[in-house]
Each structure stands twice: as C-alpha cells, then as structure tokens.
C-alpha cells in the first residue's frame, strides 16, 4: 500500500530539486545576503555585519574573533536549515524559503572567507620582502660587501 501524500508538503521529487538548487556551484550568483537571521536565539543583522567588515582593510584583531564565531553560527545554522529541507515534512512555501535563506548564507559566508585571502595576500607578500632582505644580506656576506655596497677588504 502506498504511502499517503498529504497535500501541499513537498514531494520527493520537488524535495531532490530544492537541495540540487542548494548546492549548484553557481547558487550564489546573483543572491542577497539576508538583512537578518535568527540564529541560537538571537537575531543577526548579518548584511550589516558582511558590509561593515568587508569595508575594512584589514580586519582588526578584536574583530577577528568576532567573525570567526558568526561564521561557526554560519554554518551550524545553515546545516540545520539544509537538514530541514532534506529530511522534515515541508510545504513548498517553506521549501522555497529555506532554499533563499541557506543559499544568502553561503554568499555571506563568502564573503566573510574571502577576508582571510586578503591576509594571506599581505602575508605572502611580507614573507617574499623578508626572503629578499635575507637573501641580499646572504650575498653581501659572501661579496664581501658592506652596507654601503663598497667592498671589504677581500681577497
């Protein structure tokens, strides 16, 4: 005997669609990161947040920690929405609407990943300087040359 349908709850098909939507490569093209979200409680104004950090230069020190935990609440919430559409019984409505809110997630979380690539960028930088300094300090030693660039008396 068939399992009955209750009407309006999403199918298994249309569930399959909805996660399929979730996880494209793309999902995030063109998505609005939510004004705010509800998450543990409290209520996130987490566009605010993305555009006010993204705004720095450098993200400051007591504001790094900041931003680790809202992308831990990030995620956490984002697997329980994403476990929400997979597993619970849904109507379409609220199918559509968890699919809105974890693809804004995953463009804010984005956002907020890309901040690390900017350190990384000024760290690598500030490693090669060093390598150079090293590396012409190394062959002034060997020339036998002085911080000047005139040469010591080698032979």
């Given at each position: 005997?068939?399992?009955?349908?209750?009407?309006?709850?999403?199918?298994?098909?249309?569930?399959?669609?909805?996660?399929?939507?979730?996880?494209?490569?793309?999902?995030?093209?063109?998505?609005?990161?939510?004004?705010?979200?509800?998450?543990?409680?409290?209520?996130?104004?987490?566009?605010?947040?993305?555009?006010?950090?993204?705004?720095?230069?450098?993200?400051?020190?007591?504001?790094?920690?900041?931003?680790?935990?809202?992308?831990?609440?990030?995620?956490?919430e984002r697997?329980?929405?994403?476990?929400?559409?997979?597993?619970?019984?849904?109507?379409?409505?609220?199918?559509?609407?968890?699919?809105?809110?974890?693809?804004g997630i995953?463009?804010?979380?984005?956002?907020?990943?890309?901040?690390?690539?900017?350190?990384?960028?000024?760290?690598?930088?500030?490693?090669?300087?060093?390598?150079?300094?090293?590396?012409?300090?190394?062959?002034?030693?060997?020339?036998?040359?002085?911080?000047?660039?005139?040469?010591?008396?080698?032979?």
């Amino acid at each position: 005997m068939p399992l009955a349908v209750q009407p309006g709850l999403v199918q298994e098909y249309e569930r399959e669609r909805l996660l399929e939507q979730v996880e494209r490569d793309a999902a995030t093209v063109g998505a609005a990161i939510p004004d705010r979200i509800e998450v543990a409680g409290e209520t996130i104004p987490l566009k605010r947040f993305v555009f006010e950090v993204k705004r720095l230069d450098q993200v400051p020190e007591a504001k790094r920690e900041e931003v680790a935990e809202t992308k831990t609440l990030l995620r956490r919430e984002r697997r329980a929405h994403k476990r929400e559409l997979a597993e619970d019984d849904i109507d379409r409505e609220r199918g559509e609407e968890l699919v809105q809110t974890i693809v804004g997630i995953d463009r804010a979380l984005n956002a907020l990943e890309s901040l690390g690539a900017t350190d990384l960028e000024a760290e690598m930088a500030r490693s090669e300087a060093a390598d150079r300094k090293r590396w012409l300090s190394f062959l002034d030693s060997v020339l036998g040359e002085d911080e000047s660039g005139k040469r010591r008396g080698v032979r």
